[in-house]
T-cell receptor
């Protein structure tokens, strides 16, 4: 158990809908990262927050948004869902933001999203 | 786009044998990390090697890094059935503050 929790574990929804994925980082971790994992694209970095502020952006679509709240939990909002958004969405956390010396990221169990 | 690329894509060995996985990347890095993922579950961090390091050990794991060849290898010695998983390398470089993962090597250890 990494200490990172994600809810829900599974989500089935229809095209065009909007969903919210939630992540609670490990106690004491200030950085939160979101990743999307699919068979064709592999594991793609979406976005990073550090202590409530956006720190880095990856391959995140404009239909997707995220935020980190004062209690450090984070939410990833996916809107106007398409079939291709079906994937595993992981949240990870680390004590400090990524830097030159590297930070171990602790991954949650993921949310499996199926768009029908 | 993927920065790291693992080789081979799949590897099947017998329990007790050693497993070697390779990772190549394209641009300069600050550090490289290896993660393990059991089927459909979250990734688990294995080891981090910084760009000024050449080799690191952790238990049965040995990681090497050759920055001149832009490559890294992960060696798992005396493999066990429980080592069956996908193994990913991830690179962090420059000031982009993000990890870029390869597509992984699927390791199967047969009892």
């Amino acid at each position: 158990d990494s200490g990172v929790t994600q809810t829900p574990k599974h989500l089935i929804t229809a095209t065009g809908q909007r969903v919210t994925l939630r992540c609670s980082p490990r106690s004491g971790d200030l950085s939160v990262y979101w990743y999307q994992q699919s068979l064709d694209q592999g594991l793609q970095f979406l976005i990073q927050y550090y202590n409530g502020e956006e720190r880095a952006k990856g391959n995140i679509l404009e239909r997707f948004s995220a935020q980190q709240f004062p209690d450090l939990h984070s939410e990833l909002n996916l809107s106007s869902l398409e079939l291709g958004d079906s994937a595993l969405y992981f949240c990870a956390s680390s004590e400090s933001p990524l830097g030159q010396w590297g930070e171990t990221q602790y991954f949650g169990p993921g949310t499996r999203l199926l768009v029908l | 786009s993927q920065q790291g690329e693992e080789d081979p894509q799949a590897l099947s060995i017998q329990e007790g044998e050693n497993a070697t996985m390779n990772c190549s990347y394209k641009t300069s890095i600050n550090n490289l990390q290896w993660y393990r993922q059991n089927s459909g579950r979250g990734l688990v961090h294995l080891i981090l090697i910084r760009s000024n390091e050449r080799e690191k050990h952790s238990g049965r794991l040995r990681v090497t890094l050759d920055t001149s060849k832009k490559s890294s290898s992960l060696l798992i010695t005396a493999s066990r059935a429980a080592d069956t998983a996908s193994y990913f390398c991830a690179t962090e470089g420059g000031s982009n503050y993000k990890l870029t993962f390869g597509k992984g090597t699927l390791l199967t250890v047969n009892p």
